[in-house]
């Protein structure tokens, strides 16, 4: 994309976000089709994965839009359709180069008229450029209502090199960065792995056949310290263990029964971004409104709310991806889902007591994914804590 290149779409996303942030209602007996982002640097083995899922028997109909990067702004998406074993391959125009700013008109077109002539699919896999930064291309499929109407996002795949990462994780942040759009943001720039690792639901540690275990716990250890909520398997030319639940049907968006993070491990390995979890009681339903107004000053201002400046100890901090269970005292719990300034608050669809959700938790929390969060978690259950506790 050309910087003088403003995509309309970026400033519609921006103008819903006041009304999708509260809670939505599904509207029932529309089906929708689940979309799995697969993203990752070049050449880690995206490509790999998505031949492997296409191949496998799996019994499903799913739509794999592969992203060949070049350097000619007319991009041609190939989509292979995988049908009773049976792949059709179909080239997508998207027109505008950048994937980001095209997938959503023409690309979402091209697989809804695709949908007209095939029948539905079972699940949509988009691969994005090696230079994609998922965090602009997610919010695309979850915040908008005619999109959201076929399609909703499944979750965000990265594959990681293992060979690679710790190197790209520690290079000086280049203009890619800028290519996606981040001009605005403060502070150290990023690498585009960063944002990558940060914004997975799953990561594929790929390419574990070149890499020592030593070089291998390295890399793990460094991957969890950016993002701690995310799922990590380990994979020989994207080989995972199995298909569902690893790289479809994440529901990372939707039903998120529980979040699994380690808090006391792998503090600040990575300088830029780490993860961190806020832990609160069970609230009531009235302190719904309260969570999201401070939601929005830290998703929206970057401020946590009600301290004096002098006693701020996290003046420069950005999120990047933000999820929350919400445990009511009435035995039902909410959703948090937040993708950089985009989140809603929404109905779960677990309840306590059901037999399949024994771990479910007896108590509010908060996982925050970002940069320059600080030196523990403490300054933001404090700051969380008090703020639920401050009378208006
Ligand atoms: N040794 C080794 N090679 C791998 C592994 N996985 C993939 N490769 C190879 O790495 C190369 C790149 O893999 P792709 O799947 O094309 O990677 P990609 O992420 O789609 O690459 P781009 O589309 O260029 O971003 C290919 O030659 C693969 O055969 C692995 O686990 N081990
Ligand atoms: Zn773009």
């Known amino acids: 994309m050309d910087d003088d290149e403003t995509p309309p779409e970026l400033v519609e996303v921006t103008a819903l976000q006041e009304e999708t942030r509260t809670e939505e209602v599904e509207e029932p007996g529309v089906s929708r089709v689940p979309i799995t982002l697969v993203t990752g640097y070049l050449g880690a083995g995206k490509t790999t994965l998505l031949n492997y899922i296409l191949t496998e028997k799996h019994g499903k109909k799913i739509a794999v839009i592969m992203n060949e990067f070049g350097d000619s702004t007319?991009?041609?998406?190939?989509?292979?359709?995988?049908?009773?074993?049976?792949?059709?391959?179909?080239?997508?125009?998207?027109?505008?180069?950048?994937?980001?700013?095209?997938?959503?008109?023409?690309?979402?077109q091209a697989i809804e008229s695709l949908m007209d002539r095939r029948g539905s699919f079972d699940y949509i896999l988009l691969e994005t450029t090696g230079l994609a930064d998922p965090g602009n291309i997610a919010p695309l499929f979850w915040v908008d209502d005619g999109l959201g109407s076929s399609i909703y996002l499944d979750g965000i795949v990265t594959l990681v090199d293992a060979k690679n990462i710790l190197r790209l994780l520690d290079e000086p942040a280049t203009e890619e960065i800028t290519h996606a759009g981040h001009e605005d943001h403060a502070g150290p720039a990023l690498t585009m792995a960063h944002l990558q690792v940060s914004h997975a639901d799953v990561i594929v540690l790929n390419k574990v056949d070149l890499v020592t275990p030593t070089e291998l716990d390295n890399v793990r250890q460094r991957i969890a310290s950016i993002n701690g909520a995310a799922k990590i398997h380990v994979t020989d030319h994207s080989r995972t263990p199995q298909i569902e639940g690893v790289v479809l049907d994440l529901h990372a968006y939707d039903q998120l029964s529980k979040l699994d993070f380690d808090e006391k491990g792998h503090a600040h390995i990575d300088p830029k971004i780490s993860t961190l979890a806020i832990i609160y009681p069970r609230i009531s339903s009235d302190q719904i409104a309260r969570v999201d107004e401070w939601l929005r000053s830290v998703l929206w201002e970057s401020i946590l709310p009600s301290i004096p400046e002098e006693e701020n100890e996290i003046p420069n901090f950005e999120i990047h991806r933000l999820k929350g269970i919400l445990a009511l005292k009435d035995g039902t719990f909410k959703v948090i889902q937040a993708v950089r300034d985009v989140f809603e608050i929404r109905d779960s669809e677990n309840r306590e007591r059901k037999e399949d959700n024994n771990d479910a938790p007896d108590h509010c929390k908060i996982v925050i994914i970002g940069r320059d969060l600080g030196k523990s978690a403490g300054a933001w259950e404090r700051n969380f804590r008090s703020f639920m506790e401050k009378v208006t």
């Open 74 to 108: 007319d991009i041609e998406k190939s989509l292979t359709v995988n049908q009773d074993g049976q792949e059709v391959t179909e080239w997508l125009d998207v027109g505008n180069g950048c994937i980001c700013c095209s997938v959503k008109d023409s690309g979402v």
